[in-house]
Nanobody, 113 residues
Framework: VQLAESGGGLVQSGGSLRLSCTASGIIYRINTMGWYRQGPGEQRDLVASITMTGRTNYSDRVKGRFTISADNAKNTVTLDMNSLDPEDTAVYYC????????WGQGTQVTVSS
């Protein structure tokens, strides 16, 4: 499984960004995809995940601001991030699980105050 991320960048506080992740390779076993993030000096934590049946899970820190969605036909997962705060600044990693975890290369999101 290979994961290709797009999106991210620099945005002002209160702004919005969209991250996308497309899976390729042997993908039929994937049952969950999601986004994790790692801030400077922090551990990598879950942001949001979605199962292939559409069940979602969000970190309490992003509930109500971020929305994860999946397009199974395009093997793509999208994370819409609204009301961004400087504390959301981190490297965001796409992840996929099919019995083991696969990771994207990461994309930087920087929110300026």
């Amino acid at each position: 499984v290979q994961l290709a991320e797009s999106g991210g960048g620099l945005v002002q506080s209160g702004g919005s960004l969209r991250l996308s992740c497309t899976a390729s390779g042997i993908i039929y076993r994937i049952n969950t995809m999601g986004w994790y993030r790692q801030g400077p000096g922090e551990q990598r934590d879950l942001v949001a995940s979605i199962t292939m049946t559409g069940r979602t899970n969000y970190s309490d820190r992003v509930k109500g601001r971020f929305t994860i969605s999946a397009d199974n036909a395009k093997n793509t997962v999208t994370l819409d991030m609204n009301s961004l705060d400087p504390e959301d600044t981190a490297v965001y990693y796409c992840a996929a699980f099919d019995g083991k975890w696969y990771w994207g290369q990461g994309t930087q999101v920087t929110v300026s105050s």
